[in-house]
């Protein structure tokens, strides 16, 4: 059972998730999945479609943005739209976390919905390090 990682109220990120989680998901009153693996990144992880209908299958909403290395603008984009969209909490999920959040953070600094100390203390509550990610 993977460990959910609180963020804020409305985002949780999380290391690889199985399918299974997916309905715990559910009940712990998430809304939304996003997937930021990629694709056959790992053997015998999850694809994309599996996570999707077990997600749907769980009562859950799904957007896969995958993203390798660094997010482009468009994912950080992506992944803000649908956080702010989504009507309760998102878990966003990648092989550490990281990508998840780090995508999720350049998005709240970009569009002025966080600052950059703020970003940090929040990634650091939740077990990562931002400080680099987000200059300072």
């Known amino acids: 059972m993977t460990g959910?990682?609180?963020v804020t109220d409305s985002l949780s990120v999380s290391?690889?998730?199985a399918v299974e989680d997916l309905g715990?998901?559910?009940a712990e009153g998430f809304v939304l999945v996003i997937n930021n693996r990629p694709d056959d990144e790992e053997p015998?992880?999850?694809s994309s479609a599996q996570m999707e209908a077990a997600a749907r299958a769980a009562g859950l909403a799904y957007a896969h943005i995958p993203v390798r290395g660094g997010?482009?603008?468009d994912q950080v984009e992506a992944v803000r739209r649908a956080v702010e969209a989504a009507e309760g909490?998102?878990?966003a999920f990648c092989r550490s976390g990281t990508r998840s959040i780090v995508t999720w953070s350049l998005g709240q600094a970009i569009s002025g919905a966080s600052d950059r100390d703020t970003l940090v203390r929040q990634g650091a509550a939740?077990?990562?390090d931002l400080s680099g990610v987000?200059?300072?």
């Open 71 to 73: 997010p482009t603008p």
């Open 126 to 128: 939740a077990g990562y």
């Open 24 to 26: 715990r998901a559910a």
């Open 44 to 46: 015998g992880q999850p």
């Open 15 to 17: 290391p690889q998730i």
């Open 89 to 91: 909490p998102v878990l």
């Open 4 to 6: 959910f990682r609180h």
């Open 134 to 136: 987000l200059g300072g």
